[in-house]
């Protein structure tokens, strides 16, 4: 998708709401386009109060302004970021078949890094040292054999799975809670720009400009755990954000591979707890090749 193109600005201001995904998708089910329904609604404001509710309505009303068409179009150039929608082509398969996919996907980088063997990988933002350096040598290995590793851009054992792919030669793709011209965490601008630069692939559902809130980011986990064929939990506490992707994997039919880390370290307490529910148990990348047909 071409960013200088009108019709993604349209596409932006649809998302910009940040309305659930189900509510999108009915709105492009029954208009052509997002610009028809701009237009529609621009003649009468009661149009798609059907559809999408009141409080997202005002959202959309109060940036459908000129300036508003004039920043995202500035934005999109600036930082070249393109859109799939979810009927297109080149909309992966995997992910439309989730519940409640993404309606819109804007993208950086390069969109071939989803043809491949994915498998995502996640764990604690406050990660230990033991559990970023077993998540990046994992990484690498996995990437060595050709295997695109998916995670979401976070500190801990996102950054070390991002860099421990680009080490292995293969593409890394971080799903983010933010719009693509926005950096979350701060620090990881440099990482951003190291995997646009290896050809990895940045993916969000949200338009640019998007700040970080809090209850992005378990949405955004479904996207990781969509792309992917299978997941890796490498370091996570009972309650925590990772514990979210591995319950939005398991409800895709997706295996779930388990690091064991320190039985006593609380830092794996989540991992523990799902080796005793069933995850699979693995110490390193062969066993996970192994398991999905990859050796």
Same mark, same amino acid.
């Given at each position: 998708?071409?960013?200088?193109? @009108?019709?993604?600005?349209?596409?932006?201001?649809?998302?910009?709401?940040?309305?659930?995904?189900?509510?999108?998708?009915?709105?492009?089910? #029954?208009? @052509?386009?997002?610009?028809?329904?701009?237009?529609?609604?621009?003649?009468?404001?009661?149009?798609?109060?059907?559809?999408?509710?009141?409080?997202?309505?005002?959202?959309?009303?109060?940036?459908?302004?000129?300036?508003?068409?004039?920043?995202?179009?500035?934005?999109?150039?600036?930082?070249?970021? *393109?859109?799939?929608?979810?009927?297109?082509?080149?909309?992966?398969?995997?992910?439309?078949?989730?519940?409640?996919?993404?309606?819109?996907?804007?993208?950086?980088?390069?969109?071939?890094? =989803?043809?491949?063997?994915?498998?995502?990988?996640?764990?604690?933002?406050?990660?230990?040292?033991?559990?970023?350096?077993?998540?990046?040598?994992?990484?690498?290995?996995?990437?060595?054999?050709?295997?695109?590793?998916?995670?979401?851009?976070?500190?801990?054992?996102?950054?070390?799975?991002?860099?421990?792919?680009?080490?292995?030669?293969?593409?890394?793709?971080?799903?983010?809670?933010?719009? =693509?011209?926005?950096?979350?965490?701060?620090?990881?601008?440099?990482?951003?720009?190291?995997?646009?630069?290896?050809?990895?692939? =940045?993916? /969000?559902?949200?338009?640019?400009?998007? #700040?970080? =809130? *809090?209850?992005?980011?378990?949405?955004?986990?479904?996207?990781?755990?969509?792309?992917?064929?299978?997941?890796?939990?490498?370091?996570?506490?009972?309650? /925590? *954000?990772?514990?979210?992707?591995?319950?939005?994997?398991?409800?895709?039919?997706?295996?779930?591979?388990?690091?064991?880390?320190?039985?006593?370290?609380?830092?794996?307490?989540?991992?523990?707890?799902?080796?005793?529910?069933?995850?699979?148990?693995?110490?390193?990348?062969?066993?996970?090749?192994?398991?999905?047909?990859?050796?």
């Amino acid at each position: 998708m071409n960013p200088d193109g @009108e019709e993604i600005l349209y596409d932006a201001w649809l998302s910009s709401a940040c309305m659930p995904a189900s509510m999108i998708r009915k709105v492009y089910d #029954r208009y @052509e386009s997002a610009e028809c329904f701009y237009k529609s609604h621009q003649r009468n404001h009661a149009e798609g109060s059907d559809l999408i509710s009141p409080r997202f309505l005002r959202l959309l009303e109060q940036n459908g302004s000129e300036a508003f068409f004039s920043q995202m179009q500035f934005k999109l150039r600036k930082h070249r970021i *393109g859109l799939i929608r979810f009927h297109d082509s080149l909309y992966p398969e995997e992910l439309a078949e989730i519940e409640d996919p993404p309606a819109l996907l804007f993208y950086q980088g390069d969109m071939t890094c =989803l043809r491949g063997k994915r498998i995502a990988m996640v764990g604690s933002r406050a990660a230990s040292y033991a559990g970023r350096q077993a998540t990046e040598k994992l990484a690498e290995e996995l990437s060595r054999q050709g295997v695109t590793l998916i995670s979401g851009l976070a500190s801990g054992i996102d950054t070390a799975a991002h860099r421990g792919c680009m080490k292995g030669g293969s593409p890394t793709i971080a799903v983010t809670g933010t719009g =693509l011209d926005l950096v979350y965490p701060a620090e990881n601008q440099r990482l951003r720009d190291d995997i646009l630069n290896a050809d990895g692939l =940045l993916l /969000s559902e949200y338009p640019p400009g998007t #700040r970080p =809130l *809090g209850w992005h980011f378990p949405i955004r986990n479904r996207i990781i755990a969509g792309l992917s064929f299978a997941l890796v939990l490498m370091e996570a506490r009972i309650r /925590s *954000g990772s514990m979210t992707s591995v319950q939005h994997a398991l409800n895709q039919g997706k295996d779930v591979f388990v690091y064991p880390g320190n039985p006593s370290s609380d830092y794996f307490e989540g991992n523990h707890q799902l080796l005793r529910e069933g995850g699979i148990y693995f110490t390193r990348a062969e066993d996970i090749l192994n398991d999905l047909g990859w050796l």
